[in-house]
């Protein structure tokens, strides 16, 4: 447990490298592509590192027990900081962010920074797509406040609708009706269209694949059905408990029969398939059985200001040196630039010809999903 703790730590300090910044500066013309041709369209910040729930897949109470240490509040990006940054990715045509953590709603007047964030337009002047994913631990108590700051919509995260399952998921004690109850807060207020993701373990959780469908079925709300995914390196993660969502489509279906609908936008995350009799819509997220690296438009933040290119990073670009070091927005967007045009990634693609390779060479190095969101 110890040498997870260290190699977390690193994670966080000396692998991440301060961007250079060019000698020959440039305005942002918010036409960004990489070296794959994808354009720069959505931006995640990671606003805290902590989190209230324990889920096995992405904070296990092993590693993260009483005596993990987290990021010090001094490490962590200012609400200004931050908005600074995002005004400078905005330039360069991201048109959503994406809150999360940790548990982003645990971060103290987390609405001020919505607030802020909601003041930014896109390149063509219309407002940001500005969401949030939360575990909804909270988010009765705070929906209003968040969607009064400027909050438009929110994902929750629920793994199971059977208590006993969710805990044994969350590893905290936190009950379904208290999700479900955050959710339904939430839709009163407006922060929608209202998405559920439901990571799902083979062996732990798939037996709520059904019921969890059935019950959302007909509802204002989008369930979507994540694969267990190889983030970071403290899940234990093993190919054979990967559900693919292949199987996923084909249980829900033989149930209540799905037929296949065209994305909302190119990149999105989610596959997505309507009931054949009206009831609504799901998503299925592959990306360790079908990955969408080629069309991936994410970038990362995280909440002490590291810039991740992809969610299986072993490394990311420390963008927190160049703001405090006095770094002027023109230095700082033209090597924001610089890096996502030298940007080739691809674990997941990779993965699926060379699984055993890629886990031996990063899976000690990559960054934990706590760190950086989902």
Not at 222 to 228: P, V
Not at 283 to 295: E, H, K, L, T
């Amino acid at each position: 447990m110890a040498e997870k703790i260290i190699m977390m730590t690193e994670q966080r300090g000396e692998s991440n490298r301060v961007p250079a910044v060019p000698t020959s500066l440039e305005a942002p013309t918010g036409l960004l592509s990489d070296r794959l041709a994808r354009s720069l369209h959505d931006l995640r910040i990671s606003v805290t590192d902590r989190c209230n729930f324990r889920c096995v897949y992405c904070m296990p109470k092993a590693v993260f027990d009483n005596n993990y240490q987290y990021l010090p509040h001094t490490s962590l990006l200012s609400f200004e900081e931050i908005t600074r940054i995002a005004r400078l990715f905005v330039a360069h045509g991201v048109e959503k962010l994406r809150l999360t953590g940790g548990e982003p709603l645990l971060r103290k007047n987390v609405e001020r920074l919505i607030g802020m964030l909601a003041e930014l337009k896109t390149v063509s002047g219309k407002p940001l797509d500005l969401t949030l994913t939360t575990n909804a631990s909270l988010l009765a108590r705070k929906a209003q406040s968040l969607k009064d700051a400027g909050l438009q919509r929110v994902t929750v995260s629920l793994d199971a609708l059977d208590n006993d399952t969710f805990r044994r998921m969350n590893d905290v004690d936190f009950s379904v009706n208290d999700v479900l109850k955050g959710i339904d807060v939430a839709h009163q207020v407006g922060l929608g269209p209202i998405k559920i993701n439901m990571v799902v373990k083979g062996g732990m959780n798939d037996q709520e694949i059904v019921p969890m469908a059935r019950h959302f079925r007909g509802s204002p709300y989008i369930l979507r059905f994540i694969e267990y995914m190889d983030v970071g390196a403290s899940n234990g993660w093993k190919m054979d408990e990967v559900i693919p969502s292949a199987e996923v489509v084909r249980r829900i279906s033989a149930a209540m029969p799905l037929e296949p609908i065209a994305a909302n936008y190119t990149g999105e995350t989610a596959s997505r398939w309507r009931y054949a009799d009206g009831g609504g819509e799901i998503g299925v997220i592959s990306s360790v059985s079908q990955a969408f690296c080629a069309d991936c438009s994410r970038a990362r933040l995280s909440t002490e200001g590291k810039l991740y290119t992809c969610l299986f990073a072993t490394s990311g670009h420390d963008l927190r040196a160049l703001l405090r070091e006095g770094r002027s927005d023109a230095e700082i967007s033209t090597a924001l630039a610089h890096l996502w045009r030298a940007r080739s990634d691809r674990y997941s693609e990779l993965r699926t010809s060379q699984t055993e390779e890629l886990k031996r060479e990063r899976s000690a190095n990559k960054v934990e999903m706590s760190y950086i969101g989902g």
